[in-house]
């Protein structure tokens, strides 16, 4: 169809790319001036909660109010600014996140069986289109040195030194035990848009283990107990966890899966797709000079849970609220409450000057 072919923006080896090892780096999804823009809209983001971009070493302190994840991976509760949105409805990264959707997962309903060699692109969610979905809001990236983040750190009461940002190591935003909840969202697909070169390990990277999607059902079968040895010399073993949708993948049970873990060169520009069975991370030190700056920012198949989810996201972004999933990452979804409202979400969607693309992203139209 000659409408289908507009829409096809990646080549059959990226494709397979993402089939294979469940990652896939597309390089120039955004234009340099296009970069250059969103950074400008995000400095100025930044200078209204007090951070100036250009002396961080006087005003990078200030990060750490925009942080509920007390400063993990340098993540910003950043959700709605017009440049943020702006990438986030962008057509092109929809178009080919909506691409992998078609070539990674079932569509037409089918049964597990049916999929022979090919189940871990079962999910029970049923048919759906894959040329429609809904804009998922989420944080912006913003990893500074850790030598700076070092310096802007504070001393605990008990004479420890806490930097101001650290990494996040690696995990799952999915539980092993339930990677289809009923209750939330379906997110087969995250992503990233980055907005500076990220090419040398050690630099607050991205950092995956690839391929990992295909072994994902058969790890999670038999994922080990956490062993928990007790004062007396007794050992525990409690079921591995997953709070809310976040699975740490743990340094003695998960060995095996951490020493997959390799950094993903990334320039700006390009956006990051990994399938969510995927544990992921971003780099424990940053020995670069610049901070490292990313959108994440993904996409919701058009199934009934997301059509759901995309209905109340919108009534966040409405009323000013940070989006339904926000406490997802660090605590479970039902916690988020209206204490949630921010200033960082004083810059509100302006709906009037949206495209037809935009407006169905954002669910404000059907
Ligand atoms: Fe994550």
Redesign the pocket.
Known sequence: MIVDKLFEVLSEEQIATFLNQGILVVPNVLSQEEVTEALSGLYETLASHGVEAHNLEETGKHLQQLSSTGGSGGVLDLFYAEWKFKISTNSKLFHLTSQLWKAAYCYQGETKEQLHTEQFKWHPYGAFNPTQGYAYIDRVGYRIPTRLAERLGTISKKNKHIPIQRSLTP?L?CCPENPFPMNSKWRPI?CFVSLTDNTEPNTGGFEAAPGFHREFATWAAHRPPTLVTRKGGETLALPAPCVGEYTHIRPREDAAVLQRVQHIPVTAGSAVLWDNRIP?ANAYRHDGTEPRVVVYTSFLPDVAINRQYARQQLEHIRRGRNPPSSGGLWMNPSETTESDVKQSNSSILSEDKLTELQRRLLAIDD
Do not use: I, N, P, R
Request: hydrophobic fraction near 0%.
């Open positions: 995990h935003d995250q992921h």
